[in-house]
Structure formats: C-alpha cells, structure tokens
C-alpha cells in the first residue's frame, strides 16, 4: 500500500539546488576517509516521531495531517504505519529505523493480549524485509507513557510493575532477536525520584541493577547478540534521574558490575538538558569505549526541556561527527533522528523535508570533521599543549614513576615552565573555515 503518493525519491542535486525535497550535502555512496557517506552515518527514522506526533502540545490538539489519523481502529492504523515505515525510508534512503513496542501496536488488557498485538505487526514487518533493505537498528520497550509506571519501572515500589516490565522486555528480546535489531535501548525515564522523603533510593538502584542483569541473561540465553545500550538524561520526566549523563550512567555500570555489556545512546537534547555539550557527551563515551549510538536532534537554548528539533546547526554536527570518526564509527549503532518537525510543519511533505535537511546537516558535518581531521592542524594543536607530558617530569607522571617526594624533589628550587595561550578563538575559527570550505 502506497502511503506518500506525491512524494518521489529523494535524490542528491548538490549544493547549488533550490530543491527542498533533494540532498544538498548527503551523498550515500560519496567515500570519506575510505569508507561511503552512508556507512559513516547509518540514519535512521525513529518510528515515534515520524509516524506517532500529531503535533499535539499543552496548550492545543494535534496538527499533522497523516493518511493514518483517519483510521479508528488501533489495528489497523498500526498496519498502515508498517507500509508507511518502508515507504518513508525507502524514499529517503535510510536504511534502518527504531521502534518502542507501543509505536508499533496498541496494549491490550493482559501482557499476553498487548504481546499477540505486538506479534501481528512484527510479522507485517518480517514480511517488508523480505524485500526491502530497510532494517532495525534498535528495538525498545516503551515503559514510561502507561499509568502503571507512575513510581517507575525496575525502581518502582511496586514489585508487580518490577515483574510487569521483565515481562514487557523479555518480549522485545524476542522480538529484536527475530526482527534482527543490531541494539537494544534502555531509556529510564521514569526510572528516577521527585522527593527523597518517599524513596528508598538504595533500594531502587540495586534493582534496577538486578533488571539489567536478568535482561543479559535473557538475551544470552536465546541468543541476541545485539548491543545494549542506556540512553541518559538529566530530567523531565523524572525530576532526579538515575542515568543523569553518561558519566554517571558509566559510574552505575561499573559500580553493579555491568560495564563489559552496555554502551551509551547519546542524545543531543538529553546533553543540554544534562549542562553538557553534545560533543561532550559522545567524547566522554568515546574515551571510555562506550560510544555506540546516537539520537541526532536538538534542543533550543531558550527552552529548558526536551523538544527535539531536527538537528540543522552544522558547527554542532561538525564536532559531533569529529568523535564519530575518531570512535571508528558507530556500528553496530548509528545516527538516529529522534525529532520532530514542529507543529506549525504540519503538511506530510514537511515530514520530509525536515529528515532531508538532518541528513543533510550530518553529511556537511561529516565533510568538514573528515577536512578537520586529514588537516591535523587541531591534533596538533592538543599535542603540542600537552607536550611537557611526552619527556622529562611530564613523562614519569604519566608513566607512574614520580610521588609527591620526587615532584616535590623536582620543583622545589625552579620555577614552573610559562603557560602558553589556548588560542580558543583561533581554534574556533578553523571550524567555522571548514564548514565553510564544504559548502560549495
């Protein structure tokens, strides 16, 4: 079933079009630094997002005019989602997308019921890969948006929902295993506190860790080799979150011992929200080898929630794609539109149009990371700022064979090397020149 009539493959016309719905700057077969525009990216359409926002907000109803709204039965609009899924990326060239189980299938009453829902679609889907090269990044268990987890998930009170939501992921092992998702998120969204005078939050930690444990268990057990991953964020909805960014994520892995199986999903929104840059989040995951996946958006500097605008700031994907490169890559992860277009983008082609202007915002980032990088100019910039580590006293500090009595030994009649300037602005500037360089 045809969903986008009018809209037709999205095809590259370079920088000099005018063209709306045509890439600019994101060529997937295009090779940068010995490998295509696409392997670099690996994009994906988020099925939340692109098929689930109507546009409502706090303030008014829903706006998007979508071919499925008209549909009353939950069912059936879930079916004509999977055709229009494949379409979408087919269109556009991304060839994976994410899905929570509850984008993808209405709950029923019982588990058992919401699962023989959720088994229905997967199958439509199975049959679409059959002939599509369209695949699942990630899967994910939606365990924030139902009532029941108002006192959270595996930090809940409430051992049922504790026993609720091993269910509920157990299932989506399962089906992530059979739909062949190369990653399995965790977002904790409810997974966190409002007031300390209620909480055990001791208690609420150490079960939280025994879930992950009880799902690396399970994934091993049926044999998904997928990558897991925990998505952090400060707050909202969560007043205090316990995976506020991803140093604190990190400090909980290894503090329950689960380190060797989870990486991070890294959003950009959820940086901001956190005090953080978004490079410096993908960069403190990338030194500590746990960069495995991002979701690509962005926040607003005057807004102080998550909003997910489609990521069209340059400079930011620029030094982002910089910590993509220098990591490797992202696979088995990958670039992830987590956004939204705004309510006012209520027509289907700006569905569209704001996913060809994030593919576009990346692959220019890209270019110019990949400029930055062959140049080596900002390398050596930090190598030479770091070079009284390389020799002499710097180099028995980082060697482990200088004390407090040889430092001490060391300094006691001299004077201190001169600082030299960080030159920030310059640095700066060698950016902005390198985007600019790409742009024609």
């Excluded at 009018?6 to 005018?18: A, F, K, M, R």
């Excluded at 997308?97 to 993808?104: A, E, L, P, Q, Y």
Aim: net charge negative; aromatic share 12%.
């Amino acid at each position: 079933m045809m969903i986008f009539d009018d809209i037709t493959v999205i095809g590259y016309e370079g920088p000099g079009s005018t063209n709306p719905l045509a890439f600019k700057y994101y060529k997937a077969d295009e090779v940068v630094l010995g490998r295509t525009m696409a392997d670099w990216t690996r994009f994906a359409a988020a099925y939340w997002h692109t098929l689930g926002a109507d546009g409502t907000d706090m303030f008014g109803w829903g706006t998007m005019q979508r071919p499925w709204t008209t549909i009353s039965d939950p069912m059936e609009k879930a079916k004509v989602k999977v055709d229009a899924i494949f379409e979408f990326c087919e269109k556009l060239g991304i060839p994976f997308f994410c899905f929570h189980d509850r984008d993808i299938a209405p709950e029923g009453d019982t588990l058992r019921e919401t699962n023989r829902n959720l088994d229905v679609i997967v199958g439509l889907i199975e049959d679409h890969m059959k002939t599509s090269r369209v695949r699942l990044l990630w899967g994910t268990a939606n365990m924030f948006s139902n009532p029941r987890f108002v006192h959270g998930v595996a930090s809940s009170c409430n051992a049922d929902i504790f026993a609720f939501a091993a269910g509920q992921v157990k299932h989506m092992l399962e089906v992530s295993k059979r739909l062949g998702g190369q990653n399995y998120v965790f977002w904790g969204g409810r997974e966190g506190y409002e007031t300390l005078l209620n909480t055990n939050n001791g208690l609420e930690q150490d079960n939280m860790a025994r879930f992950f444990h009880m799902a690396v268990d399970y994934a091993d057990k049926i044999g998904f080799t997928g990558q897991f991953l925990i998505e952090p964020k400060a707050f909202e909805p969560s007043k205090h979150q316990y995976d506020f960014d991803a140093a604190n994520a990190l400090a909980f892995l290894r503090g329950y011992d689960l380190d060797p199986f989870f990486k991070f999903n890294i959003e950009a929104n959820h940086a901001t929200l956190a005090g953080h840059t978004f490079q410096h989040e993908l960069r403190y995951c990338r030194i500590n080898g746990k960069l495995g996946s991002v979701d690509a958006n962005q926040g607003d500097p005057l807004l102080g929630w998550d909003i997910d605008q489609m990521p069209t700031d340059a400079y930011t994907s620029t030094l982002a794609m910089m910590e993509v490169i220098k990591n490797g890559g992202l696979q088995p992860g990958g670039l992830n539109f987590d956004a939204k277009v705004r309510r006012a983008s209520f027509e289907l082609d700006d569905l569209f149009m704001g996913h060809v202007a994030g593919m576009d915002t990346f692959a220019l980032g890209l270019r110019a990371a990949a400029r930055l990088i062959e140049s080596g100019e900002l390398d050596r910039f930090v190598e030479q700022r770091y070079a009284s580590y390389a020799t002499g006293i710097g180099k028995e500090i980082v060697d482990g064979r200088a004390d407090f009595a040889s430092l001490e030994a060391y300094i006691l009649d001299k004077q201190p090397a001169p600082s030299h300037s960080g030159r920030q602005e310059y640095l700066e500037t060698l950016v902005t020149q390198a985007i600019v360089n790409c742009l024609h």
